[in-house]
């Protein structure tokens, strides 16, 4: 009758992640949602710890915590909104109409994982430790997905250039 | 109580991973439908694309295989990107229209 | 009384011990910088209180601790009284992965009728074998102390500061971890422990082929990677808002940056997480590159079997290696806190936009040029 710690620390990320998410939906000031996200990913990174994927837990801190969040954090504060009247679109029927929808949606996505799963709980198999780990993925990223790769390469730089062209001011970064 | 407690800590496994997707997954969906601020749709697009990489990283840990997590690689990649680009477009909005609420862009014209 | 909750007791001890020695620090080098910066100067720093000014920083923390706390009208309370907290708390987690010397290793002995088993205590909070790109990622995490502290603070003049010091440690991101990269082909491991032990013994490297040795020089990481050093050093200054890239916090220009609205108790923990990252740094540089907490030409076992002749037994010589281990890094990362110091009270400071020119456009091709060479040279040289 011992409680397993580890299984503890699962509903604890779980419940962090599910609270902060959503504090990003339901928050009025959109800043107060972008540290909510910050959090979220910080809890998802943990529930990666978690999974032993040690290699993606800590690319998902340095890239999703640590570098998108953080944009959207900047652009927002450059944008200095002022508290909007309305946060949600449409009153309060159509918020309900649209939350009992994804409910639903829910219901059945639930419920399908429960009736696949029942009865016997699954046997975790075994996995290679966190060095080897990476070692692996990384041959077969260069091997296997090596055109996938490229392309991401080649997208990441597409985006680059289209980033900036789209936010650029006329006239260059001393324009008046 | 305390009984229920170590039974239900004693067995996370496959399911509850899944549910816990399932349940960011819809929260960032109600995200999309029913905010109206630019950047918190895409905040909440993040959290879907976060959702289904919890689910395929436990898909991976659950049967010993790598696939998923080089899926989540690319995915990662690729969400990140989508932000950029997403972030590039609310700065033009902002400067066009002084404010980023999507009924802005209610109108096919202009 | 398991074997769990002996680990949990454990890892609580180690856990505070850990933080509260990063903590301790803190007034030490406040110390450090005031004298060294007096002495660079040519004048005398706070002498008055205590020896060569020492007892200085106790009185400046009373002061602290009973100075008045208060709140901006215009600013926001919670994130106000949140964001010292929020950029503390990324130097002590990446603080708990660093190896701080050999580990302890305690053999079995009676006491109180019943036999302790043996037991390795590890010097470091957490042993990580991911330890570098868990590091990364939590030092990343610095920057939302900043925004946070820009935002909340209400005042137009700390958001600027607080985005031009996110943009700058987002952009040194980049260069930090490409400067790390050639390392990390060259010893082919993210653990820092694993490292550390590689880096012991005599310089030792295949050349086109055959094994090459030489014997009087120790096998560090800044001899095969002295570019990757360079790059890491610069970029850790960066890292830390420290001169010569202090224009967030630029006195004269932007009053204080980010933390302009902060006095008292919340601005010694900022400061603490300034200094946390510092150290932090130091102690990643020394890993690296400088052999962790090795001496040169004495390897682990020398000092342990030389303990062990000498009549003591296996747990105390295996404490004394450790302390003697101990020592030795705390002396290496000392220097490179001087040097950090040294460094701020020398040089000017960078213009906004050419900090970021050399952030881009100079340290990331030669990151990326590192990286190509070490590579190819890896390849090369271990065919023959």
């Not at chain 2, 991976?60 to 989540?72: A, E, H, K, Y």
């Not at chain 3, 420290?242 to 940056?257: C, K, N, S, T, Y």
């Not at chain 3, 404490?319 to 001087?338: D, P």
Request: charged share 10%; aromatic share 14%; glycine share 8%.
């Amino acid at each position: 009758m011992l409680i397993d710690v580890s299984g503890l620390l699962f509903y604890l990320l779980a419940g962090l992640a599910m609270a902060s998410a959503l504090s990003v939906v339901l928050v009025s000031n959109p800043i107060y949602s972008a540290l909510s996200l910050a959090l979220t990913m910080l809890s998802v990174s943990g529930l990666f710890f978690h999974l032993e994927a040690y290699f993606l837990a800590g690319v998902q801190l340095i890239v999703y915590a640590g570098a998108v969040v953080i944009l959207f954090v900047m652009v927002l504060m450059l944008f200095d909104l002022k508290e909007e009247k309305k946060a949600f679109s449409g009153g309060l029927i159509s918020f309900m109409f649209k939350v009992i929808l994804a409910g639903l949606f829910l219901g059945v996505v639930s419920s399908v994982i429960g009736w696949t799963f029942k009865g016997t709980p699954t046997p975790r198999q075994a996995l290679q430790d966190g060095t080897a780990q990476t070692k692996e993925l990384a041959i077969r990223l260069f091997s296997e997905h090596l055109i996938s790769f490229e392309l991401t390469g080649v997208l990441l730089l597409v985006v680059l250039v289209g980033a900036i062209v789209l936010a650029k001011a006329k006239g260059g970064t001393h324009a008046r | 109580m305390l009984a229920n407690l170590a039974i239900a800590t004693q067995n996370v496994g496959l399911p509850q991973y899944l549910t816990l997707g399932a349940i960011l997954f819809v929260v960032g969906l109600i995200g999309v439908l029913v905010r109206r601020n630019t950047l918190v749709i895409l905040m909440s697009i993040e959290l879907m694309l976060n959702a289904v990489n919890v689910i395929m990283v436990a898909f991976s840990r659950f049967s010993g295989t790598l696939d998923g997590q080089i899926n989540v690689f690319f995915v990662m990649a690729i969400a990140a990107s989508e932000a950029a680009i997403g972030l590039a477009l609310a700065v033009s909005i902002f400067r066009q229209f002084k404010g980023i609420n999507i009924r802005f862009f209610e109108n096919l014209k202009g | 009384m398991g074997a769990d909750q002996f680990e949990i007791a454990v890892n609580l001890l180690k856990l505070i011990v850990i933080f509260l020695a990063m903590v301790q620090l803190v007034p030490i080098l406040v110390w450090a910088e005031r004298r060294g910066s007096a002495f660079i100067q040519n004048r005398l720093g706070p002498n008055r209180v205590g020896p060569l000014g020492l007892l200085q920083l106790l009185a400046d923390a009373i002061k602290f601790i009973f100075k008045e706390q208060f709140i901006p009208a215009n600013a926001k309370p919670f994130l106000f009284k949140a964001a010292p907290v929020i950029a503390l708390v990324p130097a002590a987690l990446a603080f708990a992965a660093i190896p701080l010397s050999t580990p302890v290793e305690v053999s079995t002995f009676e006491l109180f009728g019943r036999a302790w088993g043996p037991y390795v205590f590890e010097i470091q909070t957490v042993h990580m074998n991911v330890g570098i790109i868990y590091i990364l990622g939590v030092s990343s995490l610095g920057a939302y102390g900043l925004l946070t502290a820009g935002w909340a603070s209400g005042n137009k003049y700390s958001l600027l500061g607080a985005l031009r010091a996110c943009a700058q440690m987002v952009s040194y991101e980049l260069a930090l971890g490409l400067s790390i990269v050639g390392a990390l082909i060259l010893y082919g491991t993210f653990s820092l422990n694993e490292m550390v032990q590689l880096q012991e013994g005599p310089l030792a490297f295949a050349w086109f082929g055959k094994q090459v040795t030489v014997g009087w020089l120790p096998n560090w990481g800044i001899i095969f990677q002295p570019l990757g050093a360079v790059l890491f050093l610069t970029a850790a200054f960066a890292e830390s808002n420290r001169l010569p890239f202090d224009l967030p916090e630029a006195e004269g220009e932007l009053v204080a940056g980010f933390h302009t609205e902060y006095g008292g108790f919340k601005m010694l923990l900022f400061f603490m997480g300034e200094y946390g990252h510092m150290l932090v740094s130091s102690a990643l540089f020394v890993i690296f590159f400088l052999g962790g907490y090795g001496i040169p030409f004495l390897t682990q076992d020398t000092v342990f079997q030389s303990l062990l002749n000498n009549g003591f037994s296996p747990t105390v010589s295996s404490l004394l290696t450790s302390l003697v281990f101990l020592i030795s890094f705390l002396m290496k990362v000392f220097f490179f806190l001087w040097f950090f110091i040294w460094v701020r009270w020398t040089l000017p400071r960078f213009r906004y936009d050419k900090l970021m020119d050399l952030g881009w456009k100079t340290m990331l091709p030669w990151g990326l040029m590192n990286l190509f060479v070490t590579a190819i040279a890896v390849y090369v040289m271990n065919r023959g």
